[in-house]
């Protein structure tokens, strides 16, 4: 699990995601603190943090809810931001991980070249390999 997260991190970084993600981080609890000051029914910034990410997340449990105008308001609000933020890096991911698949089928299709285009030079196991990835393509 760990080597995965250190993966995304290193997409993230490597992307400038990283950016977009911060900047999400740091919004959520800038509007936990505004939600925080305008609803009555939310007691703490903890809950309003909670209220924030289950916004975020679409989870919706509904043990914390926002019933000021401006409370709703900050609501659709973050929503919306996360849901292009989010979009945004998850494209970016994809685009990283479809990149390295495309660059690491290139360098393979190099290295297969490069062994057709010395075909008199190569041993006898090195022909065979050659001839079954040959029949292995055609099938």
Not at 15 to 20: A, D, E, F, P, S
Not at 64 to 79: E, H, N, Q, Y
Request: hydrophobic fraction near 50%; include cysteine; glycine fraction near 8%.
């Amino acid at each position: 699990m760990f080597r995965k997260l250190r993966l995304l991190r290193s997409i993230l970084y490597h992307t400038g995601t990283w950016k977009l993600f911060l900047g999400l981080v740091m919004t959520t609890l800038v509007f936990a603190a505004l939600i925080d000051a305008v609803e009555p029914g939310i007691n703490g910034y903890g809950t309003a943090l909670w209220y924030c990410y289950v916004s975020l997340a679409t989870i919706g449990f509904g043990d914390v809810v926002a019933t000021t105008l401006l409370g709703r308001v900050l609501t659709v609000i973050l929503s919306i931001y996360g849901y292009l933020v989010l979009a945004v890096i998850v494209g970016a991911v994809v685009e990283y991980s479809n990149e390295l698949l495309h660059a690491q089928q290139s360098d393979a299709v190099g290295l297969f070249l490069d062994k057709l285009e010395n075909l008199p030079e190569l041993s006898p196991a090195e022909l065979a390999e050659v001839s079954s990835k040959i029949k292995r393509m055609r099938k």
